[in-house]
């Protein structure tokens, strides 16, 4: 708990963007054409359709990710909370995975395990 704060390896920024294109690849891919197209211009809305829902979920998850990306490469961190951190996107991505078969969910759980990994590689370098 008394580690002192520090980057983790420039790894984990780049696995987490390719968690976050994968996101957003996966729910273009999952989606119409004609939905999308729609959805963009404005001629149906998330009332109506349960697959523009779907896409604003996704788009909110992929900059969620690019954010935690973001954050990874430009802040320091305890070991701690990159612990924390990873043992919360493991559980996400594994209730993800578990309700939503196809998808990069599992990508996320992933993820989480190398944060816990970086939390505990922080520790030891520090």
């Known amino acids: ?3 002192a704060p520090a980057r983790p ?3 984990a920024p780049v696995l987490t963007l390719i968690v976050a294109v994968s996101t957003l690849i996966w729910g273009l891919r999952s989606s119409s054409a004609w939905v999308i197209q729609n959805a963009f211009f404005g001629l149906i809305d998330s009332g109506v359709s349960a697959e523009v829902r ?3 979920l996704v788009f909110a998850l992929c900059l ?3 954010a935690l990306a973001l954050a990874l490469t430009l802040a320091r961190w305890r ?5 924390m951190l990873g043992l919360c996107l493991i559980v996400a991505g594994v ?6 078969v196809r998808g990069p969910f599992w990508a996320l759980a992933l993820l989480g395990a ?4 970086e939390g505990f590689s922080l520790r030891f370098r520090s």
């Not at 070991?79 to 612990?83: D, E, I, R, V």
């Open 1 to 3: 708990m008394t580690a």
């Open 9 to 11: 390896s420039p790894l």
């Open 54 to 56: 779907t896409l604003i």
């Open 64 to 66: 969620l990710e690019a």
């Open 79 to 83: 070991p701690g909370s990159l612990h």
């Open 95 to 100: 209730i993800l995975g578990q309700l939503l």
């Open 114 to 117: 190398w944060l816990v990994w």
